[in-house]
């Protein structure tokens, strides 16, 4: 047996492998499922500390309408602006970085380092914005936006060990609807902590402890792979491998980086991956900021109504993934097909419902609310959509694959606060919200059209760089199919 250290897994899909279709395990709840609920916890972390201040930052802005005990902060609606998207600096910057250190150092432990920084810094941040300003505040976002940077490519290469091809959906959504629910319950809590006596410095003791006991809880109990795993049930181990055609190896993968930035399905994930991040991140910065202004809400209020769209989207997460998986693996749908319908829906759906929030006028708040859970709640989709795309086209790169898309999608994250400064001068004007959300409806609409036309769910030829002749095909599901340089080895669907 080969040591910890030297131990590699490889996913390839030889057609040879993949014949026998392999029984599920006896059990119905598995180490697989332990690993999804410790990797869910952490990214629900992960999405509270970044969303930590959406609420908070008006608490510190606005003491009058949380608890006028606490400090207030006399910064302007720019530099609030400037907060709001210091997180991204740091974070563009590790992804293609944070990609390269999961797959020599390991993603468990990255990911495991990467949640106890976050909660490290955001431990600081009360004692710095009282006494260094707010160039200090900043400074602790972009350290936290630095080690979150990892936190994708690190939970995509851990999936694409862990979740078996007929789990994928359900496994990869309930792990990325973490961070929804962390969406909800920070915005819930962080307006209630504000205004209680404990005020807007327990929004940040509080999250950033938290997520230090998540960091202790993944280190110790989560594992790289299968492979790693010492208690893992044979039977299962055998699944989840069988499934994904992976082999214990001790040659290290050297990352296609050219191949990969040639690849036309890898410009279309990018497209879409760019495009929801848009509208995902100025909704998420914006919607406090839009409903105080527009319909006078105080800071409590903010909170439970910012929160009642990701709720409902987590909620919506579990019937998607569960009848996405379902279509693929009665045959009913081809993983390119489910991909792509799913994709669509979970773009072009809140596209629409944008369009419509900008005709609510300031008297119709609860119809706002209603459009505004609709818009947050189909985009959930995009979890069985273009979120598991990485791991359709590259098992062994995933990681890496998102790192690379998610460093030019997140270029988004910077701009949307940024840019919606630009066009809101009025924050009460309900007509320049509109211009906000219309061009938002037009980013979803293009991501998701180039995603369409151009997008696949086959294994690319170089997922598998050290066997570059092998026939490639997918597994026991007859999922998706496989291009093998200039040769189709599966029917197209």
């Not at 040591?3 to 030889?14: A, G, H, L, Y």
Request: contains cysteine.
């Amino acid at each position: 047996m080969t040591s910890r250290m030297t131990k590699r897994v490889s996913i390839v899909s030889i057609s040879e492998r993949i014949q026998t279709p392999v029984s599920k395990p006896k059990a119905s709840y598995g180490c697989r499922h332990t690993q999804g609920i410790l990797m869910a916890l952490g990214f629900f972390c992960c999405y509270a500390i970044r969303v930590t201040t959406s609420v908070t930052l008006e608490a510190m802005t606005n003491a009058s309408t949380a608890n006028p005990a606490f400090p207030q902060f006399s910064w302007d609606e720019k530099i609030k602006d400037v907060i709001q998207s210091s997180f991204f600096w740091g974070y563009v910057c590790t992804q293609i970085i944070g990609s390269m250190v999961a797959q020599r150092w390991g993603a468990h432990k990255l990911f495991s380092l990467a949640q106890f920084a976050c909660g490290f810094v955001t431990l600081l941040i009360p004692v710095l914005a009282e006494n260094a300003g707010w160039e200090a505040f900043c400074v602790t976002r972009v350290i936290a936006g630095i080690f979150q940077g990892t936190v994708l490519p690190c939970l995509h290469a851990l999936l694409s060990k862990w979740a078996p091809m007929e789990e994928r959906g359900r496994i990869s959504t309930f792990v990325y609807a973490g961070g929804w629910i962390g969406n909800v319950t920070c915005l819930l809590s962080t307006g209630l902590l504000a205004a209680s006596p404990w005020g807007w410095p327990s929004c940040f003791y509080v999250w950033g402890s938290i997520t230090i006991v998540s960091s202790i809880l993944f280190f110790f109990i989560g594992y790289e792979s299968p492979a790693e795993h010492p208690n893992i049930p044979q039977d299962e181990k055998q699944y989840i491998e069988s499934s994904l055609g992976m082999i214990e190896t001790e040659e290290k993968l050297s990352t296609p980086w050219l191949k990969i930035l040639s690849s036309r399905p890898m410009w279309a994930l990018m497209a879409t991956q760019s495009a929801h991040t848009w509208g995902f991140w100025m909704l998420l910065t914006k919607i406090p900021s839009y409903f105080q202004a527009v319909f006078k809400v105080n800071i409590k209020e903010n909170g439970l109504m910012s929160a009642l769209p990701y709720f409902s989207a987590w909620v919506f997460s579990f019937p998607v993934s569960f009848i996405s998986d379902l279509l693929i693996k009665r045959n009913i749908l081809t993983i390119q097909a489910s991909r792509k319908i799913c994709n669509t829906f979970g773009e072009w759906v809140p596209a629409l419902a944008l369009i419509g929030l900008g005709y609510v006028d300031k008297e119709h708040s609860e119809i706002a609310v209603a459009i505004l859970v609709i818009a947050v709640t189909s985009n959930v989709a995009i979890y069985c959509g273009h979120n598991v795309n990485h791991m359709d086209l590259s098992p062994n790169f995933a990681g890496p694959l998102m790192g690379i898309i998610n460093t030019v999608a997140n270029i988004f994250s910077i701009l949307a606060p940024l840019i919606v400064g630009v066009i809101v001068h009025d924050k009460t004007n309900v007509e320049e919200w509109k211009n906000v959300f219309f061009l938002t409806s037009i980013i979803y609409f293009v991501g998701n059209l180039i995603f369409i036309m151009f997008g696949t769910s086959k294994i690319q030829a170089w997922n598998d760089p050290v066997e570059k002749q092998k026939d490639i095909a997918m597994n026991s599901t007859n999922e998706s199919s496989v291009e093998n340089g200039n040769v189709q080895k599966t029917k197209e669907y």
